[in-house]
């Protein structure tokens, strides 16, 4: 068993934020990989599926904590401890305001760069998770980031968002393979980041 763990805020009004971008791809997941329907445990919605890769077919729980961005480790670490799993059965999918838009970065160790949601993540699971960090660019100034990933992407972010939701399903199973920087090319391979100021927002 191995745990993804989107990182968002619940409810319909939230939905299409930037913070709500760990959601979105699972979501995308959920649906591409035939998962079965999503199930309310862990104070979270929860998928439950198998990936084939390389080495096997890996089950998955997909989790959406319910407990609101900044809480979301309680969830995870409630889920982790219930199967028993280490930190490094759990990949935590996250917004990332100081990568660009379109890219994507897999992270262990380090800090949580201010970041509340991460900050929780780490808390209660571990340092040394696994986060693929998905960039939505900066909005130039500190006091704009809260609104700024609040708020939902701009409607010329579709393309980029899509094809890096797709690319993220799509290589899923790269990331059981022990390669997880062929996860990483993969997903830039198949979904380029756009040419575009990081700081534009609209």
């Known amino acids: 068993m191995h745990i993804l763990a989107g990182q968002g805020n619940p409810g319909a009004k939230y939905a299409g934020n930037r913070h709500n971008f760990g959601f979105m791809v699972l979501d995308r997941i959920a649906s591409d990989h035939g998962f079965g329907p999503w199930k309310s445990r862990f104070q979270s919605e929860t998928s ?5 890769t390389a ?7 997909l989790l959406k904590p319910q407990t609101f961005y900044n809480e979301s480790g309680r969830a995870a670490g409630e889920a982790a401890r219930f199967y028993k799993l280490s930190p490094e059965d759990v990949t935590v999918f996250h917004d990332e305001i100081d990568l660009a838009p379109g890219r994507v970065r897999l992270k262990r160790g380090g800090g949580h760069s201010g970041n509340n949601g991460v900050r929780s993540m780490l808390a209660h699971l571990s340092p ?25 992407f701009a409607k010329a ?4 968002v899509e094809g890096l939701m797709d690319a993220c399903s799509r290589a899923l199973p790269l990331l059981f393979e022990d390669n997880e920087e062929r996860f990483q090319s993969e997903v830039m391979r198949l979904a380029p980041a756009p040419k575009r100021d990081p700081k534009q927002t609209s």
């Open 55 to 61: 080495n096997g077919p890996v089950k998955l729980l």
């Open 157 to 160: 972010d579709k393309d980029w």
């Open 128 to 152: 040394e998770v696994r986060r693929v960090r998905l960039g939505v660019g900066h909005p130039g100034d500190k006091s704009l980031v809260m609104p700024y990933v609040l708020s939902d």
């Open 48 to 52: 439950e599926g198998t990936v084939k």
